[in-house]
């Protein structure tokens, strides 16, 4: 059932918005040609939204939830998919951006921008802040995988992108449509084989959409000498500050090709200049309060101090295609002119720089580096910014020999490289090592193990979505405070238990209420109760040590609560109360 109002408002729009092109001189066509890899990115997007949302499309609340807390199932690929869920409901209840049904919101000063668009669109659909936080699992996911999709549509177009701008000016068309399509397809074989659908399943998804974006304007606006004078002084800094509303240190990636911009401003367009100057003071001064919020989230403890493990990826070929397309640009630069390489060098010099940063900083708070949660993040903007402008070097070097062999066995030589271009990929894609993490090679590309990994979890058992759902049925009343209970061990669910209760309680009192909660809640109830040799026992002594506490306890069957049996008949419900969670399938 279309909405009465939303969808026919949002296709009014983009319908006036078409007609309006048609009589704006000069404007671009409603529309364009396509070309072969402009074709290739679109199919890249598609095809990573169907593998990413595919398997949670026909799949109850219930299977979703569990899928989505699946980083605690200890496979060969841990992943949490939940953990922005609260900031979206929260959201799309409040209407507002920040929470304000507690001082204390996980998440409070964690910039919010992805998950404002995802409720715009919410809104615009003709979704009322009204609407059951139940119901928003699903749009959830959704809105994630378009997310994520997008980010890979656009790494592929701008391998392309990159591929046409670092040929030499007197260069065949041809020659440039194979180098452009050669880099989006090993570009979109990287988005669909390698670590971006687990780095989905980590709830990285609006990560993924600002690396990408900061690649994105990078590469379109410094792609040649009139794309910077006509395009890189105002998409620079509108890019700017999105991505300081998303992922602050990705918004260091375009300060030195703004820099470039500059310099051809003033080379070539001086009149120009003042107007960069003067919008990127405005976008310095909408983006200044990211900064704030984001110094102000970790200012009891250094960068480096922040430890958390992140899903295996392709770690060492990520430092490996940096120094590659670092110094074959570096040494070619003549042929693309050397103010476009230096900026297209961009994102991955920030990267670089960024991340020996991080790593400076863990290294003095005592922390490895496989540990350090914003290095390793830091190294993974580093391989999404290395991708595409790899896959344009070694495309323009793989089309330049093309051209030089014999027409007829061209097509052959085409089908070669493809076909170097899959095992390359697959191979790239295989290798997950990080220094200090125990583990291994994958046997297979972490694309097609996250998928595996993701199936595995909406086809399990929902007993932990069943719990959530009755957990968040069962608010907090009476001064009792609602908690789940997964008892470690339970073969029917694969779980780290102690740690799927502390998320999986949180994300039902965001279902419950509308908003996040604290982790110390959980922390005292359930995780340090779970962790000891013996839970029932350890819970009795917690009630003991703390009068004024009192729990609401939801448990996936009634073989926990007999468990339980002892502790309720000495506390009484006045202290303790069990809900067994309802069986969804």
């Not at 690929?77 to 979206?88: A, N, Q, T, Y």
């Not at 919008?279 to 989230?297: E, K, Q, R, W, Y």
């Not at 073989?559 to 309720?568: E, I, R």
């Amino acid at each position: 059932m279309i909405p009465p109002l939303g969808w026919r408002l949002l296709l009014s729009a983009v319908a006036l918005g078409a007609i309006g092109c048609l009589y704006v001189r000069r404007s671009a066509p409603v529309l364009p040609r396509i070309r072969v890899d402009d074709a290739i990115g679109l199919v890249a997007g598609l095809v990573s939204f169907v593998v990413l949302f595919g398997v949670y499309a026909t799949a109850t609340t219930a299977r979703t939830i569990t899928g989505l807390l699946q980083w605690w199932a200890g496979g060969e690929l841990p992943h949490d998919h939940s953990s922005h869920l609260p900031m979206f409901v929260q959201m799309m209840r409040s209407g507002s951006w920040a929470g304000t049904s507690s001082p204390d919101l996980l998440f409070a000063g964690y910039p919010r921008l992805h998950v404002a668009i995802w409720s715009a669109g919410e809104w615009a659909a003709g979704i009322s802040a009204g609407t059951p936080a139940v119901d928003l699992v699903r749009p959830y996911v959704a809105w994630s995988a378009l997310t994520a999709a997008l980010a890979a549509a656009v790494l592929t177009w701008s391998a392309s992108i990159a591929a046409r701008a670092l040929m030499p000016r007197r260069t065949a068309s041809r020659t440039r449509a194979v180098a452009a399509g050669l880099a989006g397809t090993a570009t979109a074989l990287w988005c669909l084989l390698g670590s971006m659908g687990s780095m989905f399943d980590f709830a990285a998804a609006s990560f993924l959409a600002c690396a990408a974006l900061v690649v994105g304007a990078v590469t379109v606006s410094v792609r040649s000498r009139a794309a910077m004078t006509r395009l890189g002084w105002f998409v620079l800094p509108l890019a700017g500050v999105v991505a300081a509303y998303v992922y602050l240190p990705l918004a260091a990636g375009l300060l030195l090709p703004a820099l470039a911009v500059g310099v051809a401003l003033w080379r070539w367009r001086r009149r120009r200049l003042v107007w960069f100057v003067v919008v990127g003071l405005v976008c310095a001064a909408l983006a200044a309060p990211a900064l704030t919020a984001i110094t102000d989230s970790v200012r009891n403890a250094p960068w480096g101090a922040l430890t958390g493990g992140l899903p295996a990826f392709e770690y060492w070929p990520a430092v490996v295609m940096a120094a590659v397309a670092t110094l074959t640009l570096a040494l070619s630069s003549r042929a693309a002119g050397r103010l476009v390489s230096l900026a297209l060098l961009g994102p991955v010099l920030s990267a670089c720089a960024v991340t020996l940063y991080f790593l400076v900083d863990s290294v003095r708070a005592g922390v490895t580096i496989g540990d350090s949660y914003y290095t390793n993040k830091m190294v993974y903007a580093l391989l999404l910014a290395a991708v595409p402008l790899t896959a344009a070097v070694v495309a323009r070097w793989t089309s330049l020999r093309l051209a030089k062999v014999p027409p007829a066995r061209q097509g052959t030589g085409l089908v070669i490289a493809l076909v170097v271009i899959v095992i390359a990929v697959a191979e790239i894609s295989t290798v997950t090592l990080r220094p200090g993490v125990g583990g291994g090679v994958l046997t297979r590309p972490a694309g097609l193990a996250a998928f595996e990994a993701r199936q595995s979890a909406v086809t399990r058992i929902p007993l932990v979505g069943d719990v959530v759902l009755s957990a968040a049925a069962h608010p907090d009343s009476d001064g009792h405070t609602t908690v789940t209970w997964i008892p470690v061990a339970r073969s029917v669910t694969g779980y780290r238990s102690e740690y799927v209760n502390m998320f999986a309680g949180r994300l039902a009192h965001s279902l419950a209420i509308g908003s996040d909660i604290a982790y110390e809640r959980y922390n005292v109830t359930v995780d340090t109760i779970l962790r000891t040799a013996d839970p029932v026992a350890s819970l009795g002594e917690v009630l003991q040590a703390a009068p004024d506490l009192r729990l609401t306890l939801v448990v996936p069957d009634q073989q926990v609560a007999d468990s339980l049996a002892g502790v309720v008949a000495k506390f009484g419900p006045e202290r303790l109360r069990l809900v067994i969670a309802d069986r969804s399938d």
